[in-house]
């Protein structure tokens, strides 16, 4: 579930709403698909979500940059994007 969420992210910028605030939101892939790396900044505010998604051949992994993993998962579970 949480790679689909992140393949909903275009690849580039986009723009999201996550808890009523609106984030700025990177999202690069790597190594053909495998590979994912999300930032997301709030806009006009000081909150970041950083992240790497790794899909090995027998599991995948969620590598949060310096925050808890349950931050970035409520993230990837909860933005709307903002259209």
Same mark, same amino acid.
């Given at each position: 579930?949480?790679?689909?969420?992140?393949?909903?992210?275009?690849?580039?910028?986009?723009?999201?709403?996550?808890?009523?605030?609106?984030?700025?939101?990177?999202?690069?892939?790597?190594?053909?698909? !495998? *590979?994912?790396?999300?930032?997301? @900044?709030?806009?006009?505010?000081?909150?970041?979500?950083? +992240?790497?998604? %790794?899909?090995?051949?027998? !599991? *995948?992994?969620?590598?949060?940059? @310096?925050?808890?993993?349950?931050?970035?998962?409520?993230? +990837?579970?909860? %933005?709307?994007?903002?259209?």
């Amino acid at each position: 579930m949480i790679l689909k969420r992140i393949h909903l992210l275009p690849v580039g910028y986009s723009i999201v709403k996550y808890h009523g605030k609106s984030y700025g939101v990177t999202s690069t892939d790597y190594n053909n698909g !495998k *590979s994912h790396k999300v930032y997301a @900044e709030e806009l006009g505010g000081t909150d970041f979500i950083s +992240l790497n998604y %790794y899909t090995l051949k027998s !599991k *995948s992994i969620i590598k949060p940059c @310096e925050m808890p993993e349950e931050k970035v998962v409520d993230f +990837l579970m909860k %933005y709307e994007m903002h259209y």
